[in-house]
Every structure is written in structure tokens, then in C-alpha cells.
């Protein structure tokens, strides 16, 4: 017989998942995350971990919708603090740091993400697709933002900034000051 768990329990366990899911993605990408490892990371039974998740793809859905939106948070509460466009540099370079901690959140089109959004269900790929918009609202519909240059320019100057750290290997500078020195250069061009 399951052995149930509190609420408290329960709270706790989930979390734990995640986090072991997050760390193990990092490192290991999703094929090689396995569910077995988690539950033995987190002291959980194979058999518990599907009172929390439906699958392993669940998982890994709620890992990137919840890293995306903890991200977008902090970027947002940035951008509110100063209100301008260097409150939009800071976010961008709140952003960069976090998907260098976060490697799977720019690994988009490797195969390994492929594998992922093959299996995920029609209502897993539809919640990244809305995270994902959501993620790229962060520097629109801002009143105190405009830009001075048109809006789907701006935001492919923004994405290439971000996805520039697929490269941070190969420079033969340090990336995130690279990264810091384009943003302070390339925001007054952006931005009123």
C-alpha cells in the first residue's frame, strides 16, 4: 500500500522534484534525466513520483514554465524599479545571467529539446508556447518604453543579445562582461 503524504509533505516533495529536475537537466539534458534517479535524489518511490506528475514530460513542462516565470518576475520588478531603458538593460542582463545558470532555457534546437517537445502532450506544448509569449512581452507594453526603432527589430536585437550565449565558450573575452558591454552600447539605439 502507497504511503500518503501531508499536504505539507506534498508541498515539500514537489518542489524537491522539481529542483532535482532542474539541476538534472542542466547538467544532464532530458534524455538522460531519469525519473528513477529523481525519486531516489528526492526519497521518493518510482510509484509516489506519478502522484505529482503525470509523466516525465509534465515535469520537465513545469520546470521551464515555472524557470521562465521566475525569470520574467525578476526582469519585470527590475524594469518597474527604473522605469526607463536602463531598467530594460538591467532585466537583459538579469536575464543572460540566468540562462547561464539555466542551460536548458537557449538549447532549443538541439536535439535533446527536440526529444522533449516530441512527447510532451498537445497541452504541454501549448503552455511553453504561452510562457515563451509571455517571456517576450517583458520589453513591450511598457508606457515608459518606446522604441525607437520597430518593435519586432528591437526584439530580435533582444533575443540575439540573450542567445549570444550559446557562444560563450568561444569568445576570447569574458561573456557576460561582452554581454554587459553590447547591452550598455546597443540600448540607447534601442530605446527612447
Not at 527590475?78 to 537583459?92: C, H, R, S, T
Not at 529539446?113 to 501549448?126: D, H, P, R, V, Y
Request: charged fraction near 30%.
Amino acid at each position: 500500500m502507497a504511503r500518503s503524504f501531508s499536504e505539507r509533505e506534498k508541498e515539500n516533495i514537489k518542489r524537491s522534484l522539481q529542483e532535482a529536475c532542474k539541476q538534472s537537466w542542466t547538467q544532464y539534458g532530458y534524455k538522460k534525466t531519469s525519473v528513477d534517479d529523481l525519486c531516489k535524489q528526492v526519497g521518493i518511490s518510482k510509484g509516489a513520483f506519478y502522484l505529482f506528475f503525470e509523466s516525465k514530460e509534465a515535469l520537465f513542462c513545469e520546470v521551464l514554465c515555472s524557470v521562465q516565470k521566475q525569470i520574467c518576475n525578476a526582469g519585470s520588478e527590475v524594469i518597474e524599479k527604473y522605469k526607463d531603458k536602463y531598467g530594460a538593460a538591467e532585466a537583459l542582463k538579469l536575464i543572460y545571467r540566468e540562462c547561464d545558470k539555466n542551460n536548458f532555457l537557449y538549447g532549443s534546437d538541439s536535439t535533446d529539446f527536440t526529444i522533449l517537445m516530441n512527447k510532451l502532450s498537445g497541452e504541454q506544448a501549448k503552455k511553453i508556447e504561452e510562457s515563451n509569449h509571455t517571456s517576450q512581452q517583458l520589453f513591450l507594453d511598457r508606457p515608459y518604453l518606446k522604441f525607437k526603432v520597430d518593435a519586432d527589430l528591437a526584439m530580435s536585437v533582444i533575443y540575439s543579445l540573450i542567445m549570444n550565449i550559446k557562444n560563450k565558450d568561444i569568445l576570447p573575452h569574458n561573456h557576460m562582461e561582452t554581454f554587459d558591454f553590447m547591452v550598455d552600447h546597443l540600448i540607447d539605439s534601442l530605446y527612447e
